[in-house]
Each structure stands twice: as structure tokens, then as C-alpha cells.
């Protein structure tokens, strides 16, 4: 009897000391949206493609999700720096200025953020963080995305754009300055307002659509799109279309988008993070810029206002399949 209890608990030492030895990925969310959740979906399935995942017990992960709530995110964030997992994996921002804040000794994976100087991690001499990796957008896709709108709506004269900022983002805010900038070159006039919560968009779309603005511009944050519902819904009720700069946001009923693939933003940091989880030296990676824009358009929003797409740009439903 007692040979068979010091089997037990060999095979229980064993099977503890086996699970010790896996990498453990720690991964943190800033708030429930399905939009954002396709990153975090295409991170773990390139992962698994490469052999690591709890199914086939070849990863430890560590999942939290803030729920919206800086208090709750920076308690993660200190509850991971205690657990040292092997790595960290962000999305979107927040979570990814948080963890390099408080956290320099574990590599940090960032998607569905800006790049570094946008997020002002840079040092003074221009470098980011060293232990920042991942995969990060600029600003330059705005052009592209904003440039839609005037191609898309039919009207005679200046069109009215209208758009929410959260100004506790600062890559929201520097969107804002790009676009103002590209507004006043296409004879768009924008009307922009800003809103910190969630809570309050409905009531600032609702201040914007008295305006009687001709077409709504989603700018890509974190208010956008945790009140993305709220908004269409709205617009929609005022036969206002919406415009971005995110496919997801266009699944959701947005009319077109020029940007990102959110599934494979995700995926695309998740081929960086095998790198190190099968070398364990980060000696070759480096940040990158996201790989894969395009130009998508919702169907049945563009039915609904009348808009004709043209060529160029692929149906949401072609590109459902990570949606």
C-alpha cells in the first residue's frame, strides 16, 4: 500500500514538473468585443498550426480579459509580471502600454495596436521598448480609408463627416489631427466630438447626427469599438452610413473599410511569438507592421443606402470566414 501511494505521488510530482516545463503564453484582453476577440482567435490558431496549444499539452495559457476597467487591467498586468510566463501577448493598446509600463523582463507580443511612437513608448532617443515585439499599424491607411467616403457617397457640393475621438487614447487623437488635415484637402467639412466612455456614445452620436452629417467615420479605438452597436444602430435609424478602418467593424454593418484583417493582425503576431517560443531568444525579432490591408464592403449596408462599391474591393462575405 505504501509502494502504491509513492507511485501517486511520483506521477502527480511528474505530471506537475511536465506542465512546469511548457512555455506558458499570458495573454490580456482590454474589453469583450467580437471584433477585437478575432485577434486573439487568430494568435492561438497560429500557434496551434506550430504545434503549441493546451490541447495537445504543449502550452500553458494564461487568459484574463479587463472588462473595460484600467484598475482591472493593471491588476492582470501585476498579476502576470508575479506568474513570469514566458511571454505576454496584448491586444489591443491599452493592455500593451500597461504591460511595457510595469513589465521589462518578459517579451511583450502586441496586436491590433499602433506602432510604438504612437503609443509615446519610445525613448528619448527614438527607440522602443526592447522587450516590445509583435505586430503594429500606422497611421497611413487613414488616407486610404477616409479617401473612401467622397468616392462612395453621391452628393453635389462639400460632404459632412462626422466622427467620436476618445482623448485618453493618443492614437485616436493623432487620427483625428491625420484626418483634419486630409478633410480639409477633399472639401469634406468633419465634425468631431469627443467621448471617453462607452456609456456616453450614444449620446454623442446622437449630438452628431443633429448636425445632419452625411456620413459617420469609425475611428479605430477602443470606445468605437466596444459601442460599435450603439452607433450603427443610430446611424442607421438616421439613414447616415458608416465608414472605417476595420474590417471587422464593416461585419458589424459599417459599409466599407480600407484596413487591417483583424483575424490575421493576430495571426501574424502569433507566427512571431512561435519564433521565440521554439528558440527562446528574441536576438532576431523586431516589431512589425501589419502585412495584410484590404477593401471590404457590407452587402446589405450598402444596399440600404444605395452605394455602389465598384471594383477593388471584396464582400464581406468573401472575407467572412475569420469574421
Not at 63 to 75: E, P
Not at 155 to 160: M, R, S
Amino acid at each position: 500500500m505504501k509502494s502504491f501511494s509513492y507511485l501517486l505521488i511520483s506521477i502527480f510530482l511528474f505530471s506537475c514538473k511536465a506542465k512546469n516545463d511548457l512555455p506558458t503564453v499570458a495573454f490580456v484582453d482590454a474589453f469583450e468585443d467580437q471584433t477585437i476577440g478575432k485577434a486573439k482567435q487568430g494568435f492561438f490558431d497560429a500557434l496551434k498550426k506550430n504545434g503549441f496549444s493546451e490541447e495537445q499539452k504543449t502550452l500553458n495559457v494564461i487568459y484574463r480579459n479587463a472588462q473595460g476597467s484600467d484598475i482591472t487591467l493593471n491588476q492582470i498586468i501585476q498579476y502576470y509580471k508575479s506568474q513570469q510566463p514566458t511571454c505576454i501577448a496584448t491586444c489591443p493598446t491599452t493592455p500593451t502600454i500597461a504591460a511595457l509600463q510595469n513589465i521589462k523582463d518578459i517579451p511583450v507580443f502586441m496586436m491590433v495596436a499602433p506602432e510604438p511612437s504612437l503609443m509615446k513608448l519610445n525613448s528619448a532617443d527614438g527607440k522602443s521598448p526592447p522587450n516590445l515585439f509583435g505586430v503594429a499599424e500606422n497611421l497611413a491607411y487613414i488616407d486610404t480609408s477616409f479617401s473612401i467616403i467622397p468616392k462612395l457617397i453621391s452628393k453635389k457640393g462639400k460632404i459632412k463627416v462626422g466622427m467620436i475621438f476618445n482623448q485618453s487614447e493618443p492614437q485616436s487623437v493623432d487620427a483625428l489631427n491625420r484626418i483634419k488635415n486630409l478633410a480639409a484637402t477633399m472639401n469634406i467639412e468633419l465634425v468631431a466630438l469627443p467621448v471617453n466612455a462607452s456609456a456616453d456614445a450614444q449620446l454623442v452620436t446622437q449630438s452628431l447626427l443633429a448636425q445632419h452629417i452625411d456620413a459617420f467615420f469609425a475611428n479605430p479605438d477602443n470606445v468605437v469599438f466596444s459601442s460599435f452597436e450603439t452607433i450603427i444602430k443610430a446611424c442607421n435609424n438616421d439613414k447616415v452610413p458608416v465608414f472605417t478602418s476595420e474590417s471587422g467593424l464593416v461585419a458589424r454593418g459599417a459599409v466599407a473599410a480600407y484596413g487591417a484583417d483583424i483575424y490575421q493582425w493576430g495571426y501574424q503576431a502569433g507566427e512571431q511569438a512561435i519564433q521565440y517560443l521554439k528558440t527562446k531568444s528574441t536576438s532576431n525579432l523586431r516589431w512589425e507592421m501589419v502585412k495584410l490591408r484590404k477593401k471590404v464592403y457590407n452587402e446589405k449596408a450598402a444596399q440600404m443606402f444605395g452605394i455602389t462599391v465598384g471594383e477593388g474591393f471584396e464582400s464581406i462575405v468573401k472575407t467572412n470566414g475569420k469574421e
